[in-house]
């Protein structure tokens, strides 16, 4: 049974079609990057798998259609770091990072010993301790995008979406938070569903590459598959030159 299953997804925002029946499966396990360019609708597909979207299609999460599970066990499933995540104001980062233990919480309950642990162990790994009683708003925007990942590993989900999750890293942090993800897909077998810009960081963690253009999959597969210089020139009207990398094909932009 696969994490994620979607059959004909269609998303009609503003009555203007952003997904026009796409398909896509996740296996267990596995790491699927959605690339394509700006405005083809991978932030919609995310939202759309995480429920936050209304979306006509068929959409389950290991084996339960996403319509029928409630808030609470769809939290412990799955854990969604969207491009801009809403942020309290005045919140610390500890506490924002709490927040991803909210569906282990009992109702009028409080957090345990457990739960502040979980939290303090990922910061710890995500590089934050420092942070941790610092307002969230005071940050940088690298610091906070690594707060927004922490909060969602907290939650302990098996199932991580993220949008573009290394956007406003530097190479260091960016290469740092993609290896935690990796560990602990192969280690706590973690099923990883991202959009990336960067096709060759795309190409070099995922296991499949899903090419999305004008609302539709117009390419899937093993990167090597999907990142060629004739795919990429067709939907991206970029000009490439693609080079063997030690971990999967390197994008090479090339001034045309
Ligand atoms: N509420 C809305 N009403 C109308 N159109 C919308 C709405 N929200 C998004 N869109 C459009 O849907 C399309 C897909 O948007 P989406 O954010 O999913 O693209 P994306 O592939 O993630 O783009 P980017 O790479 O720029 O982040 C865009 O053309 C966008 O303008």
Not at 116 to 125: E, I, M, S, T
Not at 160 to 168: C, F, K, R
Not at 171 to 200: F, K
Not at 221 to 236: F, N
């Amino acid at each position: 049974m696969p994490a994620v299953r979607v059959d004909g997804l269609r998303v009609v925002l503003d009555g203007v079609p952003v997904l026009d029946g796409v398909d896509l499966t996740v296996g267990v396990g596995e790491w699927v990057t959605v690339i394509g360019p700006n405005g083809a609708g991978k932030s919609t597909l995310l939202r759309a798998v995480g429920g936050l979207l209304p979306a006509t299609g068929a959409c389950t999460l290991f084996g339960t259609p996403g319509a029928v599970l409630r808030r609470r066990a769809r939290a412990r499933l799955m854990a969604v770091v969207p491009q801009s995540p809403v942020v309290p104001p005045g919140m610390a980062v500890l506490d924002y990072v709490l927040l991803g233990r909210t569906p282990y919480i009992p109702a009028l309950g409080r957090e345990s010993a457990a739960d502040v642990a979980v939290v303090h162990d990922v910061l710890d790994r995500l590089d934050l301790a420092r942070f941790a009683v610092r307002p969230l708003a005071t940050l940088s925007g690298g610091e906070r995008q690594r707060v927004f990942l922490a909060r969602a590993l907290a939650q302990g989900a098996t199932l991580l979406l993220l949008d573009e999750p290394t956007s406003a890293l530097d190479i260091g942090h960016q290469q740092e938070v993609l290896e935690l993800v990796d560990r602990l897909r192969r280690e706590n077998g973690l099923t990883v569903l991202a959009t990336m810009h960067d096709l060759s960081v795309a190409g070099e963690y995922a296991d499949r590459l899903v090419l999305l253009a004008d609302g539709r999959v117009v390419a899937e597969g093993p990167p090597p598959e999907v990142l060629t210089a004739e795919l990429l020139a067709r939907h991206y009207r970029a000009r490439v030159r693609i080079v063997a990398g030690e971990h999967g094909p390197l994008v090479v932009p090339v001034r045309r």
